[in-house]
């Protein structure tokens, strides 16, 4: 069956740096939208940044400048690079496959395929 497995996570100094690997097994096809998406305590779900197959990216003005989300599609891994990390960074963050027949990569009920999360702590 399909996973999608996030590693990377941790706590960091305001100012740091992080980076996010998601890697996907099981999926005998390339997702052609992927997305990180995180949820801080007490807030609701957010689209952070999406990728498409051919390259094409969107960010949160939130965070733009400061992340960089990647893909290898020979691998079948997502990037998530964070830099300038701040206090309001601090979340969930989730790793999202998008459906087969949906190509709107802002779209959060693009994604049907979900990891179980990784968490940055940002202090």
């Known amino acids: 069956h399909v996973q999608l497995v996030e590693s990377g996570g941790g706590s960091v100094q305001a100012g740091g740096s992080l980076r996010l690997s998601c890697a996907v097994s099981?999926?005998?096809?390339?997702?052609?939208?992927m997305a990180w998406i995180r949820q801080g305590p007490g807030r609701w779900r957010e689209g952070v940044a999406t990728i498409a197959y051919d390259g094409r990216t969107n960010y949160a003005d939130s965070v733009k400048d400061r992340f960089t989300i990647s893909r290898d599609n020979v691998r079948n891994t997502l990037y998530l690079q964070m830099n300038s990390l701040k206090p309001e960074d601090t979340a969930m963050y989730y790793c999202?496959?998008?459906?087969?027949?949906?190509?709107?990569?802002?779209?959060?009920?693009?994604?049907?395929?979900w990891g179980q999360g990784t968490q940055v702590t940002v202090s």
């Open positions: 099981g999926y005998t096809n390339s997702y052609y939208c």
């Open positions: 999202a496959g998008g459906r087969a027949d949906k190509w709107a990569c802002d779209d959060l009920s693009t994604y049907n395929h």
